[in-house]
């Protein structure tokens, strides 16, 4: 019989993490291969080309294209100030005299005889990559990046907002069934990251933000919540550039849901360790899940996690469709025979036992297996 594999959420307490830290541009690595960095390590860096803006001197000056190079006080390739008088008009008899200033601060890129436009460019802007996590630089890609790599406990989250950030990890709930409240939050989590339980409300990732938390890892969010703090609906594609100046990576999905245990007993563990998170998600095509990184010293315990493992019977698994959004339980059978679903298409099904002890057919693309 084939088996069946839906990619699911990782949750290790031991593994070996390696991440891949590319400019968007080539430009110069700061690190050797073999050394070891901090997760705040500058790694290499580059600069991104300045914005260009284009200023109609012969227009502004009332004179003709080709009268605009002998008009200029500045030459290409030369740097401009902001509001510098960068072109003048002849005047009549001396006088009446009419000035351009420059629009930004920048270079001179080309004096055109044939438009009369002068192009000015802005400074570049200086991009720098930071290791994100400690571990050691295994590989070194030439003018794009490095790979950094390192022992870690290794968590994955379904949905996230915010960026890379990195921080202490501190526990603000007593169970994985608490809701995370503003009352739960104080000014000791200051450039921590919240451990939750099945829910933070508004209010909680407000006083979050109020605070200077991090980050914050729960179970479940309310949509209207998330609505109502980044202003706007989230759409379908990628997260992970939010500026709302906090990280939030959910574990299980929309709505108050249970955190599973195994995740909360690995977090609560891990209080009072430094962690590197990012709540990029991406759920389409080339799969992106928000993450929370962990470096450990005990490498006996360490594993890779395989993805050849195919589906079996008392696997693991998250339901990820309705009616049964987000509720975990275990493989009880996996018939071998397509079955007609409810679009008369044809699938292969599975039978899971919910953990409120209820067992439902289910197509098994509808489930994605939580990795142990």
């Known amino acids: 019989m084939a088996h069946a594999y839906t990619p699911g959420l990782k949750v290790t307490e031991a593994t070996l993490v390696k991440k891949i830290r590319r400019l968007p541009l080539p430009g110069e690595i700061l690190v050797r291969k073999g050394e070891k960095v901090e997760g705040d390590k500058i790694v290499a860096k580059t600069a991104l080309p300045g914005k260009v803006s284009t200023v109609n001197v012969a227009g502004i000056l009332g004179i003709p294209p080709q009268d605009v190079p002998s008009a200029m006080f500045k030459k290409s390739g030369e740097a401009v100030e902001k509001d510098e008088v960068i072109a003048e008009s002849k005047g009549f008899f001396g006088l009446f005299k009419s000035t351009v200033k420059a629009p930004v601060k920048g270079t001179i890129e080309n004096i055109s005889p044939v438009t009369g436009q002068v192009i000015l460019r802005e400074p570049p802007q200086p991009v720098e990559i930071s290791a994100y996590i400690d571990g050691e630089v295994v590989e070194i890609f030439p003018k794009e990046g490095v790979a950094i790599q390192t022992f870690a406990s290794f968590i994955q989250g379904i949905f996230g907002i915010g960026g890379e950030t990195r921080g202490e990890l501190i526990l603000r709930v007593s169970s994985p069934t608490d809701v995370l409240t ?64 906090l990280t939030l990576v959910v574990t299980e999905g929309f709505g108050r849901m249970r955190m599973v245990d195994k995740t909360f007993k690995l977090l609560s563990s891990l209080e009072g360790r430094l962690a590197s998170m990012s709540g990029a998600t991406q759920i389409r095509a080339g799969v992106i899940r928000p993450e929370v990184i962990v470096p450990t010293t005990d490498h006996k315990e360490s594993k890779k996690v395989s993805l050849t493992t195919g589906m079996e019977i008392g696997t693991p698994v998250r339901v990820i469709r309705e009616p049964y959004f987000g509720l975990l339980g275990r493989v009880t059978s996996l018939p071998p025979q397509l079955e007609k679903i409810e679009t008369e298409s044809k699938v292969r099904v599975l039978e899971v036992e919910l953990e409120s002890g209820e067992r439902v057919t289910l197509p098994r693309a509808n489930v994605e297996i939580i990795e142990e």
């Not at 990732?205 to 890892?217: D, M, T, W, Y």
């Not at 706007?232 to 500026?243: C, F, P, S």
């Open 182 to 245: 503003a009352s739960s939050i104080d000014d000791s989590c200051k450039g921590k990251i919240i451990i939750g339980g099945s829910l933070i409300d508004y209010s909680g990732l407000i006083k979050a933000k109020e605070v200077g938390a991090k980050g914050i890892i729960v179970g479940g969010i309310e949509d209207e919540s998330l609505k109502k703090f980044l202003g706007y609906d989230i759409g379908v594609a990628i997260t992970g550039g939010e500026n709302k100046g």
